[in-house]
């Protein structure tokens, strides 16, 4: 577990797709000795944000692009080391249970106040994760009826495309072409699919898209 | 602005911001350049606006199910406010239909603390 030592305050790279939004969230942690602000980001954009060695990465996932798991990817490609908090206004369990599964370690939704959101930041820089608890409670209810089972909903409108057509019998570089993607970037879906799911063979991957009524 | 018996007075901002953890970003900096905020609400609500009648309502209608509905809504409420929005929607023609309904002013992502204070001002 990545655990942030704050001996001179906790890194923090603020990544918000609008700029008065930007200011406020830099200002709510500027004014907290616990947290020194070392970037200010519209986007997660891989060179920058790795640059600025961030502790934690704190992101506005409203204005970012809709693939949930590519956009936290990115944040995670570019600084392996820091531990990702969400903020969203979508009181969601579906988009909370995308957001843990891509690696985020807090789910935060936006109607809280400033001191909330230090508290809920702290607790992830202590090392543990912190969700919602208006949300947690559905992803408990979701999870208690599906036996556990991996759902198909964790999959992102991309990867349940790549999933469809693993299903059809289609190898990754038929799909690249199908899809305009590189074969890297399909190899990479089926990966994520795969982890997902819970699986290691293209076969059981088909099962579960059959299942889910994909195909 | 001079009120009638001499004092200066100043213009009365409500701020309609569903986000609470930006809110108060928001009423700091529109009363730090001089404007008197009498109010922050997560939602337009008939009675604040009667109560409160203010000159200005600044609303962030990002989040809100029906913008162009809540716009029209506030201008019929209040005719002689200035309406000042701000939203990050895809459409790019958002701020036409916006100020098609009543808005005085349409702020998009990239707006900064100067242009907030010019659509105060305009």
Known sequence: ?215 | MLSTAGRRTRKRVLIIEPQALFAPYFADTIATIGFDVVGVDAAPRARTLQRLRPDIVVLDAGHLPSPLRTVRALRAHLPGAHLVVYAPLADEAWPLLAQGVGADVVMGPRADEPDLLAALAA
């Open chain 1, 1 to 215: 577990m990545k655990t942030v030592v704050a001996s001179v305050g906790i890194r923090v790279a603020v990544v918000e797709s609008q700029v008065l939004f930007a200011k406020a969230l830099c200002g709510i942690f500027a004014d907290d000795d616990a947290f020194v602000v070392v970037g200010d980001y519209r986007t997660p954009a891989i060179d920058t944000l790795g640059l600025a060695e961030p502790d934690l990465v704190v992101i506005d996932l409203d204005g970012q692009p809709v693939d949930v798991a590519r956009t936290l990817g990115t944040c995670l490609e570019a600084a392996p080391k820091a531990r990702v908090c969400v903020l969203s206004m979508h009181l969601s369990p579906e988009m909370m249970q995308r957001c843990l599964t891509a690696g985020a370690e807090a789910y935060i939704v936006k109607d809280i106040s400033p001191p909330e959101l230090l508290r809920a930041v702290k607790t992830v820089a202590e090392g543990q994760s912190y969700v919602d608890p208006r949300v947690a409670g559905g992803l408990l209810r979701r999870r208690s009826q599906s036996n556990g089972k991996p759902d198909i909903m964790e999959l992102s409108a991309r990867e349940a495309e790549v999933l469809k057509l693993i299903a059809e019998g289609l190898a990754n570089k038929q799909i690249s072409a199908r899809l305009h993607l590189s074969e890297k970037t399909v190899k990479n879906h089926v990966s994520r699919i795969f982890s997902k799911l819970n699986i290691s063979a293209r076969t059981q991957a088909a099962v579960h898209a059959i299942r889910a009524g994909i195909v």
